[in-house]
């Protein structure tokens, strides 16, 4: 079985800065690392291939430095790395990020096996649109499987592939046939130590680079910020709240503490309580 994994490697959140010009975040001089919601999919794909065979091949889309994003993967235990790397790709947004890794995707197809699995994080935290996945999977006419908790079972002789989704009702169990693009959610399993043999293969590994024409784009105007529609029209910090806290004292000989709260909170903002009331009404 060969599974892809599409990585992303991001600013840490913790020392993000944004352009002041561009609305565009400033990668420059900023640590970056594995997206961490990538992470649970590259376990997730490590783990279906201890058990079924096969290979993973780890896919990102940046600039050279980038690659050590792809060798944190290979020591963790991923066979094969590819980085997809081109001046034409910079400003990218979601929808020319999707068209790259898609052709990328269709290229590590002829080259090294068709994939059954493509696995990506639900979202990344640098842009938390959850939007990639999907648009790989539209662009390769792919079965998608979004916010996946679980996978349940893989048959490869039939072909198909029982997950969990996390639903707004509940769980969702489904069945779907492969080839097949997952979104895994996070908290689903616990990334591995790589081992020290892994490490040292990572150390030394041949990252496979492509530039836009090796990956089989015909056409660049669909990559970057040409094939970007997405404006940033502001990027802010929200504002910090002036109005602080304010601690209700309830008397302890009061019969219902419940109801003394809500009392309390309705005498002190009046509006609240007719809101309610005529949200109920609506219902």
């Not at 640590?31 to 961490?36: R, Y």
């Not at 590994?205 to 094939?227: F, H, M, P, Q, Y």
């Not at 009392?263 to 609506?282: K, M, Q, S, Y």
Request: proline share 5%.
């Amino acid at each position: 079985m060969h599974i892809v994994v599409c990585i992303k490697q991001v600013p840490d959140s913790a020392q993000i800065r944004v352009h002041p010009v561009t609305n565009t975040i400033m990668r420059q001089g900023v640590p970056t690392i594995i997206n961490p919601y990538d992470l649970f999919a590259l376990e997730e794909a490590l783990r279906l291939r201890d058990t079924h065979g096969g290979e993973v091949t780890v896919l990102t889309m940046g600039p050279p430095m980038a690659e050590d994003s792809l060798r944190k993967a290979l020591t963790y235990g991923a066979d094969r790395a590819v980085l997809l790397t081109d001046r034409f790709f910079a400003g990218s947004d979601t929808l020319a990020t999707s068209y790259a890794l898609a052709a990328a995707i269709a290229k590590i197809g002829e080259v090294f096996g068709k994939p059954e699995i493509v696995f990506t994080g639900k979202q990344t935290i640098d842009g938390d649109t959850a939007q990639v996945g999907p648009g790989i999977a539209k662009r390769q006419n792919l079965l998608q499987l979004t916010y996946v908790s679980k996978i349940r079972k893989v048959d490869l002789a039939g072909g198909k592939i029982e997950v969990e989704r996390r639903a707004e009702g509940g769980i969702q169990v489904l069945e779907t046939k492969l080839p097949v693009l997952i979104t895994m959610l996070e908290g689903t399993n616990d990334m591995r130590r790589g081992s020290m043999a892994d490490a040292l293969r990572a150390a030394r590994a041949e990252i496979v680079t492509w530039s836009a024409k090796d990956a089989g784009i015909e056409d660049i105007l669909k990559c970057g910020l040409r094939g970007s529609p997405t404006v940033v029209k502001r990027v802010f910090a929200p504002s910090p709240r002036a109005e602080k806290a304010k601690q209700i004292e309830l008397q302890p000989a009061a019969i219902d503490t419940a109801d003394a709260l809500i009392a309390e909170i309705f005498g002190r903002l009046p509006a609240l309580e007719t809101e309610l009331v005529e949200l109920h009404e609506t219902l």
